[in-house]
Nanobody, 123 residues
């Protein structure tokens, strides 16, 4: 079964860091674009970062630019989202996605989704 398995979420104080991992099972992640979305209660889902094998420049939303870093390790078939300088407004469920055009597709068009991991930033 094709899956994206996320890990690394948790609770952290403002200013802290977390690193989310997204491991692909049963398929090779390297050819795909990987996008991280997040959804806070009462808010629409937001694409916060994306990395493409066809573009060396990752995408970051204005809300996370300068604080989050997306990366991938093709040897481990895994993508990552390093989150530094976390703020209470970063609290959300974070989803890893993969698709040929995950960086530009609508959510309904994206084929592979992880189960989501909770990130809570609170003092």
């Amino acid at each position: 079964q094709v899956k994206l398995v996320e890990s690394g979420g948790g609770s952290v104080q403002p200013g802290g860091s977390l690193k989310l991992s997204c491991a692909a099972t049963s398929f090779t992640l390297a050819p795909y674009e990987v996008a991280w979305f997040r959804q806070a209660p009462g808010n629409e889902r937001e694409r916060v970062s994306c990395i493409s094998p066809r573009d060396p420049t990752p995408y970051y939303s204005d809300s996370v630019k300068g604080r989050f870093t997306i990366s991938r390790d093709n040897a481990k078939n895994t993508a990552y989202l390093q989150m530094d300088g976390l703020k209470p407004e970063d609290t959300a469920v974070y989803y890893c996605t993969a698709d040929a055009y995950a960086c530009s597709s609508t959510e309904d068009e994206i084929v592979y989704w992880g189960q989501g991991t909770q990130v809570t930033v609170s003092s």
